[in-house]
């Protein structure tokens, strides 16, 4: 069965619900959680504009990657679960990506996350980390939405 649970997280109702069942999971068959977030610090990795400080931004963004991080770490660590953590930088590479890399480097045996069941023109422009994850593992991904969302 399961050991190794990996868990993208981020601060959507979604990714709550995707944390709960992975840690129903773990509880059940006695798993560890890996809980990742990705920040994205390309977007701000430019020094063009004299009143933007890239740097600060930066700090900034991570800094709010960790909250979101630590808060559902909180959560997961309250269902009894073992839980270890790690925050994701990525440089404008494709953030399904950098989560398959990681996971892979774990040793992730079941990857679970939200999606947040975007269609027709918002997912083509917008794309899908959920998507680019599930065409790239390999291992079993398990994909959960918000029914709330549609």
């Known amino acids: 069965m399961y050991q190794r649970i990996y868990v993208p997280v981020d601060d ?9 069942e992975a ?5 059940e068959v006695g798993a560890v959680l890996r809980l990742v977030h990705v920040v994205d610090l390309a977007q701000f990795g430019w020094g063009g504009a004299e009143f933007l400080d890239a740097a600060e931004l930066q700090a900034s963004i991570k800094q709010a990657g960790e909250q979101v991080l630590s808060a559902n770490v909180a959560k997961a ?7 270890e953590s790690k925050i994701l930088e990525s440089w404008g590479d494709r953030i399904a990506s950098v989560i398959v890399e990681d996971a892979n480097d774990w040793g992730a045996d079941l990857m679970v996350m939200g999606t947040h069941g975007l269609g027709g023109l918002m997912h083509l422009l917008m794309g899908s ?6 065409k790239q593992a390999d291992v079993p991904v398990l994909l959960l939405r918000n029914l709330g969302d549609d």
């Open 12 to 20: 959507s109702a979604t990714s709550a619900i995707a944390l709960t």
């Open 23 to 27: 840690c129903r999971l773990a509880a």
């Open 77 to 83: 660590a309250a269902c009894g679960v073992v839980v």
């Open 129 to 134: 980390v959920a998507e680019g994850v599930l």
